[in-house]
């Protein structure tokens, strides 16, 4: 099991920027496929951006495309999630997850692609 731990949500404002970080310790994160996911309570899992192990390609949902970056630090073992212009819609617990796959650049948007989840941290935006 990878122990992958997020960081970083907290309360803001509408409009605000914020970042979240997604560590493994003791992992070696290059090896993974890595995502971020959200879920509001009482709702399904949403997929909110994905990258490539090579951190060379990416991809958004249609809801974050042009506001969020995810972007990773394979040297440092993290993966981010920028997340500008934010709206009281993108309420909700962030998730990171991860796949091990061989291939360097290919980038996975299902949930079913991903066998590693961390907790999540909560983000909550006010109006």
């Known amino acids: 099991q990878v122990p992958l731990v997020e960081s970083g949500g907290r309360l803001v404002q509408a409009g605000d920027s914020l970042g979240l970080s997604c560590g493994a310790s003791?992992?070696?994160?290059?090896?993974?496929?890595m995502a971020w996911f959200r879920q509001v309570p009482g709702k399904e899992r949403e997929f909110v951006a994905a990258?490539?192990?090579?951190?060379?390609?990416?991809y958004y949902s249609e809801s974050v495309k042009g506001r969020f970056t995810i972007s990773r630090d394979n040297a440092k073992n993290t993966l981010y999630l920028q997340m500008n212009s934010l709206k009281p819609e993108d309420t909700a617990i962030y998730i990171c997850?991860?796949?091990?796959?061989?291939?360097?650049?290919?980038?996975?948007?299902?949930?079913?692609?991903?066998?590693?989840w961390g907790q999540g941290t909560r983000v909550t935006v006010s109006s």
């Open positions: 997850a991860a796949r091990s796959i061989a291939l360097w650049g290919y980038v996975a948007i299902n949930e079913n692609d991903y066998g590693f």
């Open positions: 990258i490539s192990r090579s951190g060379s390609n990416t």
């Open positions: 003791g992992w070696t994160l290059s090896t993974y496929g």
